[in-house]
């Protein structure tokens, strides 16, 4: 039975697509046979919505649409569709994913029409698109890979430019008459291809976006805020259920409803699960190829039948030797990105043909001209490379960006963050990590860590108060409120260790920034300052607070933000520790761009060191700013070494002196007042330095040192030390 000719028009708004179909309907119809049957879109929104200037839901419009098509079918009645089809998806909607009940060849008419021509057309007619949709749809169908094609099912597709011809029935009359040469030539040119279970546009590109999508986000994870956020940006809210169900909710909105069968979709992950593609090791085994099926069935299992696809045009990837070395290095750039050669002067494309040589269906040496023109017309196009990217880096595809052995370096890594460093958020990370790294089959758990970390946090997270920030559902919160540049309501409790001028109470502040210092995690924030677009920053330790609250109404822009944390890096950076004061207007000095301001606020601290306390701290040249540092000079005849670029400049004190070596440093106001990280590093040297400036530090000392004296003398002789440690433990 030959198959039933039915026509799909193609131009945007205002292009003559009407016009064109009143002219082509008396041609398609012999005497005596049934006339072909117009079906508009805009006929079926004015037969549902009573006007067809109402969009309404395009599914409804879509169903009435198809139904109408599959009854005309069924009668041996040709159909023409008369819509702008301006998308790919839109067109495969019809040529590929509808099911018929008898074979359909379709004819694609585009109609060429200059832009300024439709927007002209535009002006005259009784309900005028708006410009911005019919220059939209324009510039869809002029797009240089994802325009109309023959590939896309169509068994001839016939230009038209109404502009150029008087009378349109001449023009469609020859047009006609030439269908059947030309079909039988695009089929005997396409006799020679090996068809396969992806040799359909729409099954393949289907195939294409899910490995982009999968690259972009693995497993359609979004534990962590930052994901969660890029995925709530396409659909919203996040899809449940399996991956193929989740998968094919992400694809509808980004590509289109004729992608999103997630029946078909769960078939190509179990193909792509087959052909190595979720393993994070090289794989060397050839792509197995899906069956195509017999001519009279679908070309790959799915619930579409066999239809307008089978008579239609193929992509050049529905030929099986293209399908394969295309998805031959497709994988091997997704398990290893950025293969290139070691050495200068190497040719890329030789190299990657080298590298995949052994695979069965690879290219074949001398095939760099084949492999350069399928990157350009496969992996850009669809997203797998930027247009501007320098080859010369290789081809890295999405997040796929690590080694195998560069992954376990990465799980020690987190591994110590979540185990010494005591992350709450490290956690969640390294659960995922264990998971995906054992599903590739990479171990994990033999060998210790190259590095380590000698400091630990001294706070357990599974023993602080459940409300904590320290405990992982606060952390988490905390995270998400600080991407989101959300502000929120915290309490420090009042149980915690508190230093003078610590706040008290709830505040709201905006979270800035986690950072691990000395012994725990802290929160940087910065006050609300009602009035004022910049508030003071502070730091507290997490596990002293709570979150109370959050104001999603109240979010900061990206640059406020940015703006805030550059106010953190110069006060970590000139304060050497996180204490950052209690004073806006001197942390505002310190913390801003102007160098003369700054100078003016430091507090230059000086004392002098013995020998052996200046051998410690002179090693030290980046514990504070090298450029607020001044080291002595050595005395005559020191041998030791120093580099010519450190910060010894200050003259040595006099000689005999039993603390010849000074030392300057330039440090905000509170930081010489108040930090406890200066005093612990300062004050530990004991004997060994001479505090001369400022005298109130001095004073400190010397107050500290007798009330150390005191409370060491005020204990009783006469109760023996055994008494107070009655449960340390002791051998028999």
């Known amino acids: 039975m030959a198959p039933l000719r039915c026509h799909v028009l193609i131009g945007q708004p205002a292009s003559g697509k009407t016009t064109l179909a009143l002219s082509l309907a008396p041609l398609l119809s012999a005497p005596g046979d049934p006339q072909a049957l117009v079906l508009s879109t805009d006929r079926i929104r004015q037969e549902a919505f009573g006007d067809a200037a109402v969009q309404g839901p395009w599914i409804e419009i879509q169903q009435r649409l198809h139904q109408r098509i599959q009854e005309a079918v069924a009668a041996a009645i040709p159909v023409i569709v008369d819509a702008t089809h301006a998308r790919r998806g839109w067109r495969l909607a019809i040529t590929q994913a509808l099911p018929l009940p008898q074979p359909v060849e379709w004819i694609g008419w585009w109609l060429h029409t200059p832009l300024p021509t439709s927007l002209e057309w535009n002006q005259r007619r009784e309900r005028p698109v708006p410009v911005p949709v019919i220059q939209e749809m324009a510039a869809a169908l002029a797009d240089p890979h994802f325009g109309p094609c023959r590939a896309e099912g169509f068994a001839a597709l016939c230009a038209v430019v109404p502009t150029h011809h008087q009378e349109l029935e001449p023009v469609l009359r020859q047009e006609l008459a030439a269908l059947d040469k030309r079909i039988r030539s695009a089929r005997s040119r396409e006799n020679r291809l090996q068809l396969h279970g992806y040799s359909r546009l729409l099954d393949l590109e289907r195939l294409l976006f899910l490995i982009r999508l999968l690259v972009s986000f693995p497993d359609l994870n979004a534990a962590d805020p930052a994901t969660r956020e890029e995925l709530e940006a396409l659909v919203s809210p996040l899809p449940e259920g399996e991956l193929a169900d989740r998968a094919a909710a992400v694809l509808r909105r980004l590509h289109g409803e004729v992608y999103a069968d997630a029946d078909a979709v769960r078939g190509d992950l ?68 950025f293969d290139r050669e070691r050495e200068k002067g190497g040719n890329l494309h030789r190299h990657l043909i080298a590298r995949t040589a052994a695979i069965p269906g690879a290219y074949l040496p001398g095939e760099s001209a084949t492999l350069r023109k399928d990157l350009e017309k496969i992996l850009t196009p669809y997203g797998f490379r ?87 559902r606060g952390a988490e919160a905390i995270e998400a409120a600080i991407f989101e540049h959300r502000r929120v309501r915290l309490e420090r409790f009042a149980s915690a260790g508190t230093f003078p001028g610590s706040p008290e109470g709830e505040q709201r502040v905006w979270p800035l920034q986690l950072i691990f210092h000395s012994i725990g995690w802290y929160l940087i924030f910065e006050d609300d300052h009602v009035g004022r677009s910049a508030g003071l920053i502070r730091c507290e330790r997490l596990d002293r607070l709570a979150l109370r609250g959050g104001e999603g109404h109240f979010r900061r822009s990206d640059e406020e933000h940015r703006h805030a944390l550059r106010r953190v890096e110069r006060l970590l950076h000139h304060c050497g520790g996180i204490h950052f004061g209690s004073d806006l207007e001197p942390q505002l000095a310190v913390a801003g761009a102007s160098a003369q301001r ?107 040192c007798r009330d150390t004296l005191a409370a060491q003398d005020s204990r009783p002789d006469q109760q023996p030390a055994a008494r107070f440690f009655p449960h340390r433990l002791r051998r028999d």
């Open 386 to 472: 930027s247009r501007n990217d320098n080859v010369r880096h290789g081809y890295c595809l999405g997040t796929a960006v690590l080694s195998a052995p560069r992954l376990r370096e990465v799980h020690a890594v987190v591994r110590q963050a979540a185990g010494r460093l005591a992350d709450p958020s490290a956690r969640d990370l390294l659960d995922d990590l264990d998971e995906r790294l054992g599903w590739a089959g990479i171990d994990t758990g033999s060998g210790a860590p190259v590095r380590s970390y000698a400091r630990h946090a001294i706070v357990d997270p599974a023993l602080v108060r459940r409300e904590s920030l320290a405990a992982p």
């Open 598 to 704: 700054r100078a003016q606020t430091l507090v230059t601290l000086r004392f002098s060191c013995t020998p052996w306390a200046f051998a410690f701290i002179r090693e030290g040249v980046q514990r504070y700013p090298i450029e607020q540092t001044r080291f002595s000079l050595p005395l005559p005849g020191d041998a030791w070494w120093h580099h010519p670029k450190a910060p010894h400049v200050l003259a040595p004190n006099l000689e005999g002196d039993s603390h010849p070596y000074p030392v300057e440093l330039d440090l905000p106001p509170w930081t010489v007042a108040e930090d406890v990280d200066l005093r612990s590093w300062l004050f530990g040297f004991g004997g060994g330095i001479r505090i001369e400036a400022p005298e109130a530090v001095r004073l400190e000392l010397i107050q500290r």
């Open 270 to 337: 179990a193909w792509l699960e087959e052909n190595g593609f979720t393993s994070a090791t090289a794989v060397e085994t050839p792509i197995r190829l899906r069956d195509a099926g017999p001519p009279d069935r679908p070309l790959r299992r799915s619930r579409v039948p066999a239809a307008g696809g089978v008579h239609g045009g193929h992509p050049p990837m529905g030929d099986a030797p293209v399908f394969l070395r295309v998805i031959t290095l497709l994988r091997h750039l997704l398990q290893s990105p």
